[in-house]
């Protein structure tokens, strides 16, 4: 019996030490990897930051993400501060979570969500905080496909504190109806997809005539601006420049 307790004892004991050197390792190394910091912040370019979410969603459109220590990364981050390369402006579907979509982590992106991916003072006020004080290097508008917000805007729905923010959609709406000779079904899901992407391209071009500040960064090419398409079939995102010309992958 005596000799039962000791190995029990014993076996406690060990346990303890592990347990212990274990909180300590993860104490010790608590840095979690794929952070954004002011050091990899200062060391990028717009164009790599971009190159870097297509990456990301590449990987979560093959399954393939990054398998991050997120509670690490909010206790770096917390200590050292946010550091994001990117401002993604992207509607509030829930099946377009950016940070999933584009497989960043906790501090990699700022991220501003509302329907219809409108902009209005308040979103600016967001931008240039991130790219002028905090330095992020790229802004990316996201719309989507299959749009709530964008096929309520076709339909002109009139709806409380919605009906405003529909307005703000409406010249995608009047554009692509006057390029279908005044016949816009919205029904069709092209059609809405078609208006969502305009749309996106309506809100790249009223950031910089908004805000002189991020055009400064723009036209000093230490900001780009780049729209996005995120299919929601697939997950897959289309990114395109300010003419709508779809922005490939580098090699």
Do not use: W
């Not at 398998?67 to 770096?76: F, Y």
């Not at 307005?167 to 109806?177: L, Y």
């Not at 996106?200 to 601006?225: A, F, R």
């Amino acid at each position: 019996m005596l000799r039962i307790y000791a190995t029990r004892s014993l076996a406690v004991f060990i346990s303890a030490i592990a347990l212990i050197t274990f909180v300590k390792a993860e104490t010790k190394h608590y840095i979690a990897p794929y952070t954004s910091t002011k050091k990899s912040l200062e060391a990028t370019t717009p164009e790599m930051v971009l190159q870097n979410l297509m990456a990301g969603n590449m990987r979560f459109i093959n399954k393939k993400v990054i398998h991050r220590n997120l509670s690490n990364q909010a206790i770096v981050t917390s200590l050292k501060g946010q550091f994001p390369s990117a401002l993604v402006l992207s509607c509030m579907d829930s099946r377009g979570t950016p940070e999933t979509i584009l497989d960043q982590g906790i501090g990699d992106i700022f991220t501003v969500r509302l329907a219809g991916n409108v902009v209005d003072s308040d979103q600016l006020a967001g931008i240039e905080y991130a790219t002028k004080i905090v330095g992020s290097k790229l802004v990316v508008i996201m719309g989507h496909t299959q749009c709530g917000a964008v096929s309520g805007a076709c339909q002109n729905v009139k709806l409380g504190n919605l009906t405003q923010l529909l307005d703000k959609i409406q010249p995608a709406v009047n554009d692509i109806r006057s390029k279908q000779n005044n016949k816009l079904d919205c029904a069709d899901s092209k059609t809405v997809d078609l208006i969502a992407k305009k749309n996106v391209l309506n809100m790249m071009q009223l950031i910089t005539e908004g805000s002189p500040i991020v055009m400064d960064l723009v036209t000093n090419k230490q900001v780009m601006i780049v729209g996005a398409m995120q299919n929601i079939n697939s997950g897959k995102i289309i990114f395109f420049d300010g003419t709508g010309k779809e922005i490939t992958t580098k090699h």
